[in-house]
């Protein structure tokens, strides 16, 4: 289904993208989900028993997938190149610009669920909590770089202003409409 | 201000949302077994709720406290505290179904404006009477049964506020009676305040598309490409007399905008959207779209064009009038 999802990315951007995987995107990630932690602990008191659970994230439109335990200052995350048969509580699979977009609180959780534009297996309430702190957490693209102040509010800018353009170039799903 | 808009807030950032798109009124609950919509990492600690009410009330709106589940014989405590929360952060109203809890209340807190949860399915002038009489309720939420002609009558008949669902997931059942998912998983929304818990839910994918199941029990089956809906049994697709449908009800989602004027007219003083467990995407859109219609209507409309901006947003990709518009009575 999600093969085949309006939104995902085009074959040029995906050959693009490729190269990433070879970045050190996991450490990256876990420094800034720790950084995060650090500076908005709520977020994670709200996943509760739940930020032990492990997450596998996979952007169907992209050769590398996440894996991740958000687990406050002792979160990890592993980025793995290719699809992988690593073991998870919960697995979610989407395009890219839907997972961004559920990651931000531009797109409703339900409404992709129900769309389609999702697919999930595993513990469904991991990944419900896991949802609900995302939503809370009010996360924006300088949280993910450590970027405070003006430099902060320039990034939030930029990449909010890319994705949107992103979306309306690949009709990704906006919410309320139809996918 | 002819009806008021009331929005669901599951978290902190989604009640910002909702005033920030033009709620009226915003309801939410605590972080347990006391209210309704009782999922991991959902709702509000004491602390987020006095938060919140300052938040909403420096921007003109008003919070409601659903603590709206059937409290437990003997252990009382959850739903005392959440009363007493409550009034600490300054609500402006608690909406409740059990009696033991509204007498709490009305006893306790007599300061506490008191609204009757969809959940107690008051649906008669008597049994609203009784409400009001002993325990001072000043609204009552409607049961979403009845048609906009049957809560004409009753407004008729009541001296109450009454406030009627106009937009989000439907329950086919009496709500506070239905016990399906206590069947399937030993928890209920009336009970522990979860319709099919998510420790019971899965989803598994084959070549045949995807399956949903509640504790083991297969309850439907999504073609690729299919739209879904909520896991549960209500919604389920079953075999019986030799055919697979839905038999309770399809996956489909309430929308009754194009009824609004209808509402005012029927005496209505507020007008609910559910979804608390939704994000702040589905609330910002819905909320916003809600304020407009209400005050086109408000402004002399007669009709509003709300479907469409809406539809990715519904159940099973499907939207209804429910019973508000039955003609099988």
């Known amino acids: 289904m999600a093969e085949h999802f309006r939104g995902e990315l085009p074959r040029l951007l995906r050959i693009l993208a490729a190269p990433a995987g070879f970045l050190p995107l996991g450490p990256a990630l876990t420094l800034a989900v720790r950084r995060f932690a650090h500076r908005k602990p709520a977020v ?71 769309n389609r534009a999702i697919s999930v297996s595993g513990r469904t309430d991991a990944l419900v909590a896991l949802r609900n702190a995302i939503e809370d957490a009010e996360l924006t693209p300088a949280d993910f770089v450590g970027a405070t102040g003006g430099l902060g509010k320039l990034v939030d800018r930029s990449v909010i202003g890319g994705l949107g353009l992103a979306r309306r170039f690949t009709g990704s799903p906006i919410s309320g409409e139809p996918s | 201000m002819s009806l008021e808009l009331v929005c669901p807030a599951g978290t902190p950032s989604a009640l910002r949302a909702a005033v920030e798109a033009g709620a009226h009124s915003v309801y939410c609950g605590f972080r347990d077994e006391t209210n309704a919509r009782n999922f991991p ?27 709206n589940t059937f409290a437990k014989a003997g252990a009382m405590d959850a739903w005392k505290a959440a009363l007493a929360n409550a009034e600490k952060a300054g609500a402006d109203a608690v909406i409740l179904a059990d009696l033991a809890v509204l ?29 009001a009489d002993t325990f001072g309720v000043k609204r009552v939420v409607m049961p979403r049964v009845l048609s906009v002609e049957e809560i004409a009558k009753l407004n008729a008949a009541i001296d109450v506020e009454t406030e009627a669902f106009v937009f989000g997931g439907l329950c086919p059942m009496t709500e506070g009676r239905c ?17 099919s818990p998510p420790e019971h839910v899965a989803y598994s994918e084959d070549k045949n598309g995807t399956a949903t199941r509640l504790n083991g029990f297969t ?16 919604k389920g697709r ?27 007219k029927a005496g209505i003083t507020a007008l609910k959207i559910e979804g608390r467990q939704r994000g702040k995407g589905y609330v910002t859109e819905v909320v916003r779209t809600f304020r407009a219609a209400v005050d086109a209507i408000d402004a002399g409309s007669t009709e509003v064009e709300v479907g469409r901006l809406l539809a990715g947003l519904v159940e099973g990709g499907r939207q209804t ?6 003609a099988w009575r």
Do not use: W
């Open chain 2, 219 to 234: 309850i439907d089956r999504f073609g690729a490409g299919e739209q879904a809906g909520y896991p549960t049994l209500c």
């Open chain 1, 44 to 114: 994670f008191d709200r996943l509760g028993e739940y930020g032990k659970c492990s997450f596998l994230i996979e952007p169907s439109d992209l050769d590398f997938s996440f894996l991740m335990v958000p687990d406050g200052v002792r979160a990890e995350v592993k980025c793995m190149r290719g699809r992988t048969s690593q073991p998870a509580d919960v697995t979610v699979r989407a395009p890219l610009l839907v997972l961004l977009g559920l990651l931000d609180g531009t797109l409703d959780g339900d409404a992709m669920f129900f």
């Open chain 2, 179 to 195: 016990s399906l998912s206590s069947y399937a998983t030993g928890k209920s929304p009336n009970l522990t305040g979860v319709c």
């Open chain 2, 41 to 67: 990492g959902l709702n509000f600690s004491p602390d987020e709720m006095i938060e919140g009410v300052r938040f909403a009330h420096a921007h003109g709106a008003k919070v409601l406290v659903a603590i």
């Open chain 2, 321 to 326: 009038s429910g019973a508000y518009k039955k």
């Open chain 2, 238 to 264: 079953f075999m019986a007399g030799g055919k697979t449908s839905y038999l309770f009800e399809d996956p489909v989602s309430l929308n009754a905008a194009s009824l609004i004027a209808a509402f005012a």
């Open chain 2, 103 to 131: 007498d709490h209340a009305a006893t306790h807190h007599p300061n506490l404006r008191l609204h009757l949860s969809v959940q107690a399915a008051a649906a008669t002038p008597e049994a609203i009477a009784f409400y």
